[in-house]
């Protein structure tokens, strides 16, 4: 999905569903979209911190979830560190990707479409994210053999999920001006 050139008439194959988009599908539609959910003119400038700051929460959640069910399995099974932490990462990539597919989804777009929307959107901000995190979680003295029950693993999970969150902030809002990242999916709320 390439969302280079806003505003033409020309829109790339494959948006299924654009009437629910905001408009997106029509002359100035990209454009008139960004500026209602405060992303300013054509690149950058004007997005505020606090659309950024949702789009990064709506990410962390999805993550947040993904990672304590990978963590809980992976714990449950009596598995070791490196593949415990393979499954909290996918499964926080499918939970990230899943909160977006059920708003575009909503939205009348077909699966296909939403699959798309969803990398387009989450991708960037999930992988900075589990970067950020997982390296506070492997760098955290005893953070990684901590068990569930133990007020380490959740405190030091607390404070990755933190940094993490204000690592992928200033990412999220600098994709959002360029009409990237999860501006992808604001005609979708």
């Known amino acids: 999905m390439r969302h280079d050139t806003h505003g033409g008439p020309e829109e790339p194959d494959g948006h299924e569903g654009q009437e629910a988009h ?14 209602a959910h405060g992303h300013g003119g054509d690149r950058g400038g004007g997005v505020s911190w ?4 949702r789009a990064t929460l709506h990410c962390l ?10 963590m809980a399995i992976g714990t449950a099974l009596g598995w070791h560190n490196v593949p415990t932490m393979a499954l909290a990462i996918f499964l926080a ?9 059920t708003t575009v989804l909503r939205a009348g777009l077909s699966f296909k479409a939403a699959v798309k929307v969803a990398l387009a ?26 068990e569930l029950s ?9 404070i990755a999920f933190a ?3 204000v690592i992928t902030a200033p990412v999220n ?16 709320h």
């Not at 606090?50 to 700051?53: K, L, N, V, Y």
């Not at 959640?61 to 990978?70: K, Y």
């Not at 959107?121 to 953070?143: F, H, K, Q, R, Y």
């Not at 133990?150 to 607390?158: C, G, Q, V």
């Open 93 to 101: 990539f499918i939970f990230g990707y899943s909160f977006t597919m």
């Open 22 to 35: 905001g408009g997106h599908g029509r002359p100035g539609g990209h454009t008139a979209a960004r500026e």
């Open 121 to 146: 959107a989450d991708t960037i901000s999930i992988t900075v994210m589990e970067i950020t995190d997982n390296s506070v979680l492997a760098l955290w003295p005893g953070a990684l053999h901590a």
């Open 163 to 165: 940094v993490a969150f």
């Open 50 to 53: 606090g659309t950024a700051a």
């Open 173 to 188: 809002k600098w994709l959002i001006g360029r009409g990237k990242g999860h501006a992808v999916m604001h005609g979708f």
């Open 150 to 158: 133990d007020a380490l693993f959740w405190y030091a999970l607390a």
């Open 61 to 70: 959640i999805g993550c947040a979830i993904g990672e304590v069910l990978g």
